[in-house]
């Protein structure tokens, strides 16, 4: 198990920290392919905004904001973006949808077990 604290620095410049550079990996992940089926969690996913910091790095709205929106805590968008902590050198490496699916079945599993 690591502990990887949401508001510490982000591996990539462009992000204000952890959590916006996780949220934008697993973003980059559905644009390419992953497929969501759960109402919940798109429910989460889509009342998440971002916005630029005085620093013009990519930032999430707060989480207790977010909470207002949901009436809950979105554990589940928070959960499923914890597993793209380190994805930009997975989007790096691997550039085609077929190899981002593969990757993305290795973390999740796969939908037909």
């Known amino acids: 198990m690591n502990l990887i604290p949401f508001a510490s620095k982000a591996s990539n410049e462009s992000?204000?920290?952890k959590r916006a550079e996780m949220y934008f990996n697993l973003?980059?992940?559905?644009?390419?392919?992953l497929y969501?089926?759960?109402p919940m969690l798109t429910e989460e996913l889509t009342n998440t905004r971002f916005m630029l910091d005085k620093n013009d790095?990519?930032?999430?709205?707060?989480?207790?904001?977010?909470k207002l929106?949901?009436?809950r805590s979105p554990d589940t968008a928070d959960a499923l973006a914890l597993t793209f902590c380190d994805e930009d050198r997975m989007f790096?490496?691997?550039n085609n949808k077929k190899q981002i699916r593969q990757?993305?079945?290795?973390?999740?599993?796969?939908p037909d077990d």
Do not use: H, Q, T
């Not at 973003?27 to 392919?33: C, D, E, L, T």
């Not at 999430?60 to 904001?65: N, S």
């Not at 990757?103 to 796969?110: H, I, K």
């Open 69 to 71: 929106i949901l009436n």
């Open 27 to 33: 973003a980059k992940a559905v644009r390419n392919g």
């Open 92 to 94: 790096e490496k691997r």
């Open 57 to 66: 790095k990519y930032i999430l709205m707060p989480k207790a904001e977010l």
């Open 36 to 38: 969501i089926d759960d």
């Open 103 to 110: 990757y993305v079945r290795s973390v999740l599993g796969d």
């Open 15 to 17: 992000y204000a920290n």
